[in-house]
């Protein structure tokens, strides 16, 4: 049974680079999607991006400027930076496995399953 | 603002069956798949039905999706206390990004 794990510091200074690092178990990162969601306190969730085991990155037009999503398939582990972070991206952030299905050889990103238990990032000076 | 639109709150009394809606257009709900995910107090999300109407397993099949045109819906039937929850819909837009609802708080009374 695969788990997700994140960790990473849990304040930030504006202006700086948030860094966190989701480390997968119980299955390998290779032949997946991994994706980041976020949440800020009592708000809904926003998609910021995923990465495939092969190195292609998807990102949140919104975020886009800002976010790079990697993968270390030796530590089975996936990592997000968000730069230049201000108060709006307080939030839980939350790494999770991003299904696809394949229809005509053509494949599609789909539902995400499972989620870690997330991390709480406040950005303050 | 959210670009799929649900009802911030619903509620229902144990045993009744209540409904959560999802409202998006052409480029998303219309031409994609619908997913719901349940996020209980205090926990992550976890996926509750997949491609419109799939139930992973485990999901009790009291919980079913429906879709239709530009609007999906969550239906919830023999409520139980334990399903007091947000619940949040899901689509991918043919920008290739993924939408997420608003989330909708739903209290068992």
């Known amino acids: 049974q695969v788990q997700l794990q994140e960790s990473g510091p849990g304040l930030v200074k504006p202006s700086e680079t948030l860094s966190l690092t989701c480390t997968v178990s119980g299955g390998s990162i290779s032949s997946h999607y991994w994706s980041w969601i976020r949440q800020p306190p009592g708000k809904g969730l926003e998609w910021i991006g995923y990465i495939y085991y092969s190195g292609t990155t998807r990102y949140n037009p919104s975020l886009k400027s800002r976010v790079t999503i990697s993968l270390d398939a030796s530590k089975n582990q996936v990592s997000l930076k968000l730069s230049s972070v201000t108060a709006a991206d307080t939030a839980v952030y939350y790494c999770?496995?991003?299904?696809?299905?394949?229809?005509?050889?053509?494949?599609?990103?789909?539902?995400?399953?499972?989620w870690g238990q997330g991390t709480l990032v406040t950005v303050s000076s | 603002q959210s670009v799929l639109t649900q009802p911030p709150s619903a509620s229902g009394t144990p045993g009744q069956r209540v409904t959560i809606s999802c409202s998006g257009s052409?480029?998303?709900?219309?031409?994609?798949?619908v997913y719901w995910y349940q996020q209980l107090p205090g926990t992550a999300p976890k996926l509750l039905i997949s491609?419109?109407?799939q139930r992973p397993s485990g999901v009790p099949d009291r919980f079913s999706g429906s879709k239709s045109g530009t609007s999906a819906s969550l239906a919830i039937s023999g409520l139980r206390s334990e399903d007091e929850a947000d619940y949040y819909c899901a689509a991918w837009d043919d920008s290739l990004s993924v939408l997420f609802g608003g989330g909708t708080k739903l209290t068992v009374l």
């Open positions: 052409s480029s998303n709900i219309r031409s994609n798949y």
């Open positions: 999770a496995r991003l299904a696809a299905y394949c229809n005509n050889d053509v494949c599609y990103t789909a539902w995400f399953d499972p």
């Open positions: 491609r419109n109407n």
